[in-house]
């Protein structure tokens, strides 16, 4: 039985004294590898360009004789201070900068924008009123400066069908022009489908039909986080603003579908044309014959985009399908929350596991014209099916494996993904520029560190009950770095606690080589209890991140 991804339900004293604390602080947006020179007025921009390259050490791309100045290219990879200081110290030049970019401020008007906080994440509330961390997002405003999706590109949303009907999907649905303009109650493209204008239904395989009509919600949610119609001044909008969906629907009213129809819905969409295939399903075990579907959707150009699962599991040791299966153009996703940190129900899997997008509190479009706020690595999927929209837009030549691998490249690293998955956070900026991420200066990698050395006994006893404690005198913030961490999930945890009693975090299961979440101030209190059943390892706690 396959099943929808779909919502999951709502003392030892250590004291250490530093000084200093290194701050990050994101770079302007520049062309990459590209800087403004303005030579001195003893040089002229109209000398021979061969030898002022060699004089300049770099390529230079483009002169403004008008102004002395010469546009110069260096590689990506150099870093932009570095160059800076570098090409300042050449007795030719008298003023170096960045190429800096400069942009309109292309931001929708559809009302539910503030809500959508995996879009544009300013640091507000979800629809829980957990309050989020600015920059924790998709990177989607600066992306949408460059596209915002195209009708050219068909995506399947393969699950409980599609709302055509609803207002802010019925003008990016995909339509079957031979059907819509044949003869009602026949097989005008011969596909083996009636009257399949938007898609088709498998829910009953022995008899397919042509209306995708979502009985349930859950597709229609994944559809208006891929592409609702935006900037039309109503509901939300969709990652990509422009393209068409197309409802496969195997899934039933009550979220569970069967083999053949997986099997049949993937056929089609792949017979039908669809560049990306959306999955926030999964479930059953190992099945030779639907690895086989998708690797036709592989032959056949298509990435097919699949939700990690909802059970807390590691995928590198225990399998989880379709996400895992070893086809290329597999990508699979976990889900983050409005904090960085992965969700409590979200499967991982360092090397199984691609990447992690948005995905507790994710409003989006429901059945019946409505809105709702819904949890799920079934959220986090149509994140990233929107963004590879866009790449299919932007860079239409592009293979399904080289946007795959693109997706992954830049996507950003954050705490809450390290060793849960293969790369971070996707980013639809970086990915349409191709770039790196600026480091994230809300990860405690990049902060300073200190040694510690707080540990449980391994393994631990019986109903434990241990408090320690952490200070880093001067600090503003601390994340301890766990390098081993295993416990009995939902029973023995450890909870941190900040200075005024405030509990910042529980952390359970399995967790090593992980930051915890950050607690505010000079202070840690970790207490530490077991129940009286199964024993693990424990924990050990080698290092403090501050800032």
């Known amino acids: 039985m396959k099943r929808l991804i779909g919502r999951a339900s709502k003392a030892t004293m250590v004291g250490l004294l530093l000084a200093g604390v290194h701050a990050f602080a994101a770079a302007p947006e520049s062309v990459p590898g590209e800087y403004i020179v303005k030579l001195k007025d003893s040089v002229s921009a109209k000398s021979n360009i061969n030898i002022l390259s060699q004089q300049l050490g770099s390529y230079i791309k483009d002169t403004i004789p008008g102004q002395n100045i010469v546009v110069i290219k260096r590689p990506v990879f150099e870093i932009q201070s570095n160059v800076v200081k570098s090409l300042s110290e050449n007795p030719l030049v008298d003023i170096v900068e960045p190429n800096f970019i400069y942009r309109i401020n292309k931001t929708p008007n559809d009302p539910m924008l503030g809500q959508l906080w995996g879009m544009i994440n300013t640091g507000q509330a979800d629809s829980q009123r957990r309050q989020g961390i600015a920059g924790v997002d998709i990177g989607a405003e600066k992306a949408w400066d460059i596209t915002t999706g195209s009708k050219d590109v068909i995506v399947a949303v393969i699950d409980t069908g599609v709302d055509y009907n609803h207002p802010d999907l019925k003008d990016n649905l995909w339509v079957n022009e031979a059907e819509l303009n044949g003869k009602p109650g026949v097989d005008d493209d011969g596909n083996g489908i009636v009257d399949d204008i938007h898609g088709a239904n498998f829910v009953d395989a022995n008899k397919p039909t042509g209306n995708p009509l979502d009985d349930h919600g859950h597709g229609s949610h994944c559809s208006g986080t891929i592409g609702a119609t935006g900037n039309d001044g109503k509901g939300i909008v969709g990652v990509a603003w422009n393209v068409r969906i197309m409802g496969v629907k195997f899934l039933s009213a009550s979220g569970s579908g069967s083999l053949d129809g997986a099997l049949k819905g993937i056929d089609y969409a792949t017979k039908m044309g669809a560049k990306i295939m959306s999955n926030s399903w999964g479930g059953g075990g190992y099945s030779e014959t639907l690895k086989q579907a998708i690797e036709r959707s592989n032959a056949a150009g298509a990435l097919f985009v699949a939700a990690a699962g909802n059970e807390s599991n590691n995928n590198d040791a225990n399998p989880t399908y379709p996400a895992t299966y070893d086809v290329p153009n597999v990508l699979s996703v976990a889900a983050i929350d409005n904090r960085g940190q992965i969700?409590?129900?979200?499967?991982?899997?360092?090397?199984?596991?691609?990447?992690?997008?948005?995905?507790?509190?994710?409003?989006?479009?429901?059945?019946?014209?409505?809105?709702?706020?819904?949890?799920?690595?079934?959220?986090?999927?149509?994140?990233?099916?929107?963004?590879?929209?866009?790449?299919?837009s932007n860079e239409p030549n592009l293979t399904n494996v080289e946007m795959k691998e693109r997706i992954i490249a830049t996507s950003r690293p954050i705490a809450g993904l390290r060793g849960k998955a293969r790369g971070g956070l996707v980013d639809a900026y970086a990915m349409l520029t191709n770039t790196l991420p600026a480091p994230d200066p809300n990860d405690p990698i990049n902060w300073q560190t200190v040694n510690v050395n707080v540990s449980s006994a391994h393994p631990y006893k019986e109903k434990s009950n241990e408090t320690y404690e952490v200070r880093v005198p001067g600090a503003k913030q601390i994340a301890l770095y766990f390098s081993k961490f295993d416990t009995e999930r939902d029973y023995d945890k450890v909870d941190l606690y900040d200075a005024n009693?405030?509990?910042?975090?529980?952390?359970?299961?399995?967790?090593?080589?992980?930051?915890?979440?950050?607690v505010d101030g000079e202070y840690v209190k970790i207490v530490f209890t077991s129940d009286d059943s199964v024993n693990r390892y424990g924990f050990d706690i080698t290092k403090a991140a501050w800032r």
């Open 343 to 392: 969700a409590s129900f979200s499967n991982y899997g360092k090397t199984k596991v691609h990447v992690g997008a948005p995905g507790v509190n994710i409003y989006s479009s429901i059945t019946g014209g409505g809105y709702d706020s819904w949890s799920g690595t079934s959220m986090a999927t149509p994140h990233v099916s929107g963004m590879a929209v866009l790449l299919a």
């Open 501 to 518: 009693g405030k509990k910042v975090a529980t952390i359970s299961g399995k967790n090593d080589d992980s930051f915890s979440t950050p």
